[in-house]
Every structure is written in C-alpha cells, then in structure tokens.
C-alpha cells in the first residue's frame, strides 16, 4: 500500500534553490532513506511532506490524499516527524515532551488525558526509555532526545514517520540504538518511513529502498543492493567505493 | 513533594491570605465584625479591595506566563505589550480632561484595548506573526504611549500631576462592588479561557515549525493568547494602575515551584499571583496612615527575590 506518493514536485526558496521534479512512492512498512550530499534538497523535501512549504508544482499525497487539501491538525494525524535540531526554551519532562505528540486529537480548549500519559509511558517503554520519563527534556543526550521525539511522533499515531537527520550528533552505539528502534517501528506498525541522511553506510544498512538526491534531483531510486560506486562517487564529488561484506555492502573511502 | 501537591498547597494557600487580609488594615477588624462601623469597613472597603487585588494579580501573572511561553521568551511579561503603557496614557488623559473617575479607568481601559489591536496589526508582516515582530512592535507602540504620557504629564497642571504620579504607581485604593462588577467578569472569563487552553502554551513553546507539526493552528493560536493576556492586563491596569513587576515575576516562581508544564503552571501562576499581591496590598496600606505605592512595594520585595532565583538557577531556567 502506497503510504506516500510524490508526483513531479517542484520548488523553489527566493533565493533560487530548488527541488526540481521529484517523483517516488513509499509503502506501508518500508524504510525509505532520502541520501544525497548537504544541500542537496532532502530536508526540503521532508518539509514539503509536512506542508511547512508549498510546492509551485506537482503533487504530493499521504494515505492517497493530497497534503494541501488537508488541515494543519488532519495532516498532524497522518505524518508525524522528528525534527533535526531542537532547543526548548523550557525544560518539560520527557514524558510531558512525549505527551505532546497526543495534540492533534486534542480540541484547542482541551488537555491530555491520565490515559494518554499512560500511553505514552507505554510507548517509552516499548522503546527502552522509560527510566527518563521524569527527566528534564534539556538534560537528556542527543541519542535520548532522538527516542523521546520519535516516541513523541509515535504518539500521534501516524502512517508515515518523517525523520530528519535522525542520528546527527550521534556516536555509533546511539546511532545504532535509534536506527534499529526505527526499523522495528516500521515493520510491527506498518508505518512508512522516510529519514535524511548524508552517510551512504547507514542508508545501504537500515533502508528497504534509497532515494538519492543530487541538487534538488532524484538521481536513483532503488535497493542498497543496486547503488553503484561510479554514481556514488561522481555526487558526492570523491572516489567512493561499494564493496561486499558477509551480506551487507559497505561503502569505503 | 510532587507538583500536584504544591498546587494543591498553593490553593488552600489563597483564601487562608484572604481571611487574614481582610482583617489587617488601619482599622482592625475581626471577623464576624463586632459593630456597624467595623462591618461596613469589612463589606464596602475591606472585601472589594482583597477581592480586586487577587484578581489583579492571578491575571497580570498568568497574562506573564502566557506571553513567556507564545513569545519563547521568559523574559516576556505583559509590560512587553505596550499595553500598560497605553493604560497608562489613557488614564492620565482622562485626568487632563478632568473627566469623572468612572471615565478614567474607562479610557484607560479603552487605550489598553487600542494598544492590543495595534500591537497585533503592526506585528503581521506579510500575514506572520513572529515572536520577534510582536515584541518589536510592543516596544514600539510602548514607546509611543510612553511619549505621550510624558507629554500629558508636561502639559497639565502640577496640582493634578500628583494624580497621574500615583496612578503610575499604582494602587487598589478605588476598589469597590461598582468596579468589581465589571472587572470580575471579564477577569474570570479570561482567566478561564487561559486555563482552557494551557496545553497550548506548551505546544506553541516549542517553535512554529515544531508546532505545526503538532497540528497547531500556530498564527491563530498565538494572536488569540495574545489578545487574551493584553485584555487581562488592560482589565487590571486601567482600575488599578501600573504594578510592576508582578507579570514577570509570579509566572517564574511558579515555575519554579511545579515545573513548566503549563497544565500546572497556568493555575499555580494565577494562584501565586493572587496570594502575592494580596500579601503586597497588605503591606501598601497597614503600617503607615498614608498608603505606599503598589509598584514600589512589588518591586522592591520581588527584585530581591529576582535576582535570588536568577542565581540559584544560574541562570537557567528549570523547573
């Protein structure tokens, strides 16, 4: 099932950058990584998902309706995200950050439920970091913040998990830690998602399907198993190698 | 202790400061009053005083914590509107056109409101509505009132200069049922639509994109939370004049106290600013046979304090 569709998308900033004709499909339960060197247009295109930008051209539909026809709280329903940086000017509790992602069920004139904080003590649980529930948000490390805000994503109940730069920041073992909980997430919920990344190694470990972007470009969708050293090498503009290790392939410098 | 249980404190705190405010004073009472005099005192002086004192302060602090969370700012506090400002030239007008007290507070009430739609008029730019640009345009429409106040003061006469000085300081010296029954209204009406909407706060503090991710109608949100602290600071201030200080200060000791989560923080902030201005009142009119200035009372106890928790926090802000 066809989870999100991007048709021909366009879109350009005032200053001149660009996505230029994006097409691909994600399906329900599959890892989409979005790769592609800095600046070549992955977070734009993520922000376009969450209509926080409006594409001039083409389409793109989540669950089989278009994103601009949905309202702010619709769509909140249906994608929820983790955004790249985050700095809170208050230091809420990770449970209260968790909670926070209940919000577009809530009317404006209501509050979270002692059963909604119950599920979300569940869900940090279920992701290993229910110790940190009564820990200020702004003590957390970055691997813990990553947990919290997907486990905050979670709790608006989404078909597609949007992921930007989910492991920035992150030494190996966090990055390992929140990659795995995401694949886990993606194949028991059946969502679909879709993260950034600029490492080649992590998008040919943790993704079912790779999109490789180069200056506002979809130069490649497919399997890990089909990128090619000759095209990693000429975008990201350095002699790259793919090599074969046990069953996983590995790209070298 | 847990936080429920310090709200919890903190509301059993409010009338146990109410009962000992109505009975302090020049003229001590003891309740029930023993004589005609005494009763009087208590129903027509005593009662809308304290009354409009909590109202004053449970408004101005939650108007604080409201504006801290929708500007991401916790050094916001209502003054950052522009609105008291306003207040305060629509009072001093007033008195340089020597109308009647009724249509003093009502111009001061008035200006206050023209100052909270200027304030959102000129802070869209191209249909946005930034923390930034309403802070901007706070301090701008500020300046503006500020000005024209000191041009009020330059021109009228310096008996009646008097006036408008001890109207800037504040005071609830003009209490009485008269003005509760309109003030109490739309205090209550927006402290509970403040209360209704808490979950907001939290939500619109993590940043517009974060929460339009969220599902948060972000613009309109915060213009409504906006509107609604600018109307609970022009309520208070056009009856009771400019008190310093409170707006900032209460919402952060109440959050110092149960955290940020603004499902307690709303309520600990209304409850913190009641009982510290009921106690600030107490202060203003007991020792003396004259009556101290509000503000100068607000701001010498809550600097002192201010400057404590800013230490302790070092400089963070943690619940």
């Keep these: 099932m066809e989870r999100v569709v991007l048709k021909d998308v366009y879109f350009s900033y005032e200053d001149g950058f660009e996505l230029r004709g994006i097409s691909l499909k994600v399906h329900a339960g599959e890892v989409c990584a979005i790769l592609g060197p800095n600046g070549s247009g992955k977070t734009t295109l993520l922000r376009c998902i969450y209509k926080l930008l409006r594409p001039f051209k083409g389409c793109i539909y989540v669950d089989g309706r278009d994103v601009l026809s949905l309202k702010t709280r619709e769509l909140a329903r249906l994608v929820g995200g983790v955004p790249q940086e985050h700095h809170p000017v208050f230091p809420y509790r990770a449970i209260d950050m968790v909670v926070m992602g209940r919000t577009p069920y809530l009317s404006l004139f209501s509050a979270p439920s002692h059963k909604d904080y119950e599920d979300a003590y569940e869900l940090m649980k279920r992701l290993g970091i229910a110790h940190l529930a009564e820990r200020p948000y702004t003590q957390l490390s970055g691997g813990e913040r990553k947990l919290v805000l997907i486990a905050r994503a979670l709790m608006q109940n989404p078909r597609v998990l949007l992921l930007d730069e989910p492991t920035s920041h992150l030494d190996i073992k966090n990055k390992i830690l929140v990659l795995r909980a995401v694949r886990r997430l993606c194949k028991d919920r059946k969502v679909a998602v879709l993260m950034t990344t600029h490492d080649p190694n992590e998008a040919m470990a943790y993704s079912d399907k790779i999109v490789l972007m180069n200056k506002g470009e979809v130069v490649f969708i497919g399997g890990p198993e089909d990128l090619s050293s000759e095209l990693l090498s000429k975008v990201y503009d350095v002699p790259l190698k793919v090599i074969g290790y046990g069953n996983r392939r590995i790209v070298i410098y | ?319």
């Excluded at chain 2, 249980?5 to 009472?29: A, D, E, N, Q």
């Excluded at chain 2, 007290?101 to 008035?110: P, R, T």
């Design chain 2, 1 to 319: 202790m847990r936080p429920k249980t310090k709200l919890f404190l903190l509301f059993i705190t409010l009338p146990l400061v109410f009962m000992v405010s109505i009975m302090m004073g020049r003229y001590p009472l003891n309740i029930p009053p023993s004589d005609d005099v005494a009763h009087f005192v208590l129903m027509n002086i005593r009662i809308p005083r304290v009354l409009l004192a909590v109202i004053a302060g449970s408004c101005l602090s939650v108007a604080g914590a409201i504006l801290q969370s929708v500007l991401r700012n916790p050094l916001a506090s209502p003054y950052i509107l522009g609105v008291t400002q306003a207040t305060a030239f629509g009072a001093a007008l007033a008195m340089y056109l020597m109308l009647p007290s009724a249509l003093i507070i009502f111009s001061s009430f008035i200006f206050g409101l023209i100052a909270t739609l200027l304030v959102l008029l000129l802070s869209r730019v191209r249909g946005f509505l930034s923390p930034v640009t309403v802070i901007l345009s706070g301090i701008v429409v500020g300046a503006i009132f500020t000005t024209m106040l000191s041009a009020v003061q330059y021109m009228i006469d310096p008996w009646r200069l008097q006036g408008i000085v001890f109207w800037l300081m504040g005071s609830f010296g003009r209490a009485s049922w008269d003005i509760l029954a309109w003030t109490m209204p739309i205090s209550l009406i927006a402290l509970s639509s403040a209360h209704a909407m808490r979950w907001r706060l939290n939500i619109l503090s993590l940043g517009d994109e974060e929460a339009r991710m969220l599902g948060a109608r972000v613009q309109m949100e915060r213009a409504l939370l906006i509107a609604l602290s600018a109307l609970m600071c022009a309520t208070v201030t056009s009856v009771s004049g400019i008190v310093a200080f409170i707006g900032l200060i209460a919402p952060h000791m109440a959050r110092a106290l149960v955290g940020p989560d603004a499902r307690l923080l709303v309520p600990a902030s209304a409850a913190l600013g009641g009982v510290i201005m009921m106690i600030a009142d107490d202060v203003c009119r007991t020792p003396f046979s004259f009556e101290i200035p509000l503000s100068i009372v607000t701001t010498l106890v809550a600097a002192p304090y201010f400057i404590y928790l800013l230490r302790r926090m070092g400089g963070e802000w943690r619940g």
